[in-house]
């Protein structure tokens, strides 16, 4: 089946789930509380920016109160026809629970916002850093496992490479960049590969320097992903042991602006930062 085959289909099915919702009376955020989904979720599917799982449809039009069997096996097919695998499905045996969905929001923000504490951000790791982090990490993986995660995270950062790229700010503690991950060889890259990142024009590097003290992200790392869309509210996203947690509800997602905001604030400049990889980079390069 054709691109333009799977479009057409896909309109018609987003058209009539929107028809059904509107029809038993139901907002989106009604929707995704009683379903347990994401609250943009729905907005998605209806928007037609994500195609939903035959199983979506099925939940969807049982809370929309569809009893007839044969619109709903119409229903069902049409999702079949139009559903677009992201390049991650064929990585879905190793993906923590519910980061599908994150790596589909990640490719549509115009805008990704970073904080990480102890390792440098996963859209700015290199190969050798990534897999050096997964040994030591704390879940028990084979080395093919192992490896098929960090692929996932180098195919991540093809997003970084697109025309309509997201503008990429990264604040990282200082302590991620003292860290020697994969031994001396590895970091080193790691530090040039930020250096040269930090000089890329859409994405923003600072470092929040041990002087600083006490900080706002003492607590922990986060992702704030900012859409375009003024309907589609922001997402805060946090990888966890037990998988990624996400949040959206405008009073949780506020704390975390103006956490981000004020490590900004106390963060090195980009340039004050650059001089500081450079400096770390040498200092390891000399041994």
Not at 157 to 185: M, S, T, Y
Request: aromatic share 6%; proline share 5%; charged share 25%.
């Amino acid at each position: 089946m054709s691109s333009g085959q799977n479009r057409v289909r896909r309109r018609q099915l987003v058209a009539e789930l929107k028809r059904l919702r509107e029809e038993a009376g139901l907002t989106q955020e009604e929707v995704a509380r009683q379903l347990d989904w994401h609250h943009t979720k729905v907005f998605r599917i209806e928007t037609g920016r994500t195609a939903p799982h035959p199983n979506d449809v099925r939940v969807m039009c049982a809370l929309y109160g569809v009893t007839d069997e044969e619109h709903l096996a119409a229903l069902v097919q049409l999702a079949k026809e139009s559903r677009k695998r992201g390049w991650w499905y064929a990585y879905r045996d190793v993906l923590p629970s519910r980061y599908e969905f994150i790596i589909g929001l990640e490719e549509e923000a115009y805008a990704i916002h970073t904080f990480q504490l102890a390792v440098v951000p996963g859209l700015l790791q290199t190969e050798d850093y990534a897999m050096a982090l997964g040994k030591g990490g704390p879940l028990e993986l084979d080395t093919d496992e192992i490896r098929r995660r960090v692929e996932v995270r180098m195919n991540r950062q093809r997003v970084l490479d697109k025309p309509d790229r997201p503008q990429l700010w990264a604040i990282i503690d200082e302590a991620a960049i003292h860290r020697v991950v994969g031994g001396p060889k590895v970091m080193l890259a790691q530090l040039e590969h930020l250096i040269t990142a930090s000089e890329a024009g859409k994405t923003t590097i600072q470092i929040v320097p041990y002087t600083v003290g006490a900080h706002p992200g003492i607590c922990g790392p986060f992702v704030i992903l900012k859409f375009e869309e003024p309907s589609e509210t922001d997402v805060v996203y946090m990888e966890t042991i037990g998988g990624s947690i996400s949040l959206d509800k405008p009073e949780e997602i506020r704390n975390y602006v103006n956490a981000f905001d004020h490590l900004r604030a106390v963060a090195l400049s980009p340039q004050d930062t650059r001089t500081m990889l450079i400096r770390a980079a040498k200092s390891l390069a000399d041994g």
